[in-house]
């Protein structure tokens, strides 16, 4: 993925949620000041190109499944699915985070050398200057939505989830499997409702430009010609 690819379907998320461009740039640019090191992502991705990578979501049943995911060759995991794949005993490859939930859990793995993709958008930069000191530098990537400036990178995607998937994608995994997924999660509130639809769109417009068929997204695919770009739902 590169951003000409990408910033078109940015550009309707946020008008979709009513976001501000100029506030994920600005906090992108507070991201790249405060992560000292440069992670070398060829550390990720010579573990990562030809393999499965299991995406772990946090879903409320992905305890009853989390299983699954150690069959995979690596795992990335999305926010709180960290801490239930390592309760259970399995490694995690990759964090995936807008720290909004856990920091310490991402501050904690980058410290004992496994790697945190964290992300920064408009309304978290209280929480970049909190806690990206506290991170291990050399063990964090630092990621956005908006367009990318070294070392800051964009893979694509908007919610930790399929941001996970797309960074799998972009490091050459052969196979992705989903762990923990749950598009019509009912606990959820309507904002995360609406960031759930999208993800579905982003992973069915992944799974196109791959090739492949995700199972985790039967019933919920977007019925768009699969190769254009996502719609908006409007």
Same mark, same amino acid.
């Given at each position: 993925? $590169? ?11 946020? &008008? ?10 600005? &906090? ?22 030809? $393999?499965?990578? @299991? ?46 939930? $856990?920091?310490?859990?991402? @501050? ?8 945190? @993709? ?5 309304? !978290? ?20 939505? &908006? ?6 990178? !964009? ?80």
């Amino acid at each position: 993925m $590169n951003f000409e690819e990408w910033e078109p379907v940015y550009e309707r998320i946020l &008008a979709d949620f009513g976001f501000d461009r100029a506030a994920d740039e600005r &906090a992108r640019d507070v991201c790249r000041s405060l992560v000292g090191g440069v992670f070398d992502v060829d550390t990720l991705r010579d573990g990562v190109e030809g $393999n499965t990578v @299991a995406v772990v979501g946090a879903a409320p049943a992905l305890a009853d499944e989390v299983h699954r995911a150690a069959e995979a060759d690596r795992v990335f995991a999305a926010s709180t699915a960290a801490d239930v794949c390592l309760d259970h005993g399995i490694d995690v490859d990759l964090m995936v985070t807008d720290l909004d939930k $856990n920091p310490e859990t991402a @501050a904690d793995l980058t410290h004992g050398g496994t790697p945190v @993709a964290a992300h920064a958008h408009g309304d !978290n930069v209280p929480l970049l200057r909190e806690w990206l000191p506290r991170f291990a530098s050399e063990w964090t990537l630092p990621t956005t939505q &908006a367009a990318p400036v070294d070392p800051v990178v !964009n893979a694509g995607g908007f919610t930790d989830g399929d941001r996970a998937a797309f960074l799998a994608d972009h490091l050459g995994a052969a196979a992705l499997v989903f762990v923990g997924w749950d598009f019509d999660d009912p606990t959820v509130d309507p904002m995360k409702a609406a960031k759930l639809r999208w993800a579905a769109r982003l992973l069915t417009w992944l799974e196109a430009r791959r090739g492949d068929r995700f199972a985790v997204l039967d019933g919920h695919r977007d019925p768009l010609e699969p190769r254009s770009p996502p719609d908006d739902g409007r």
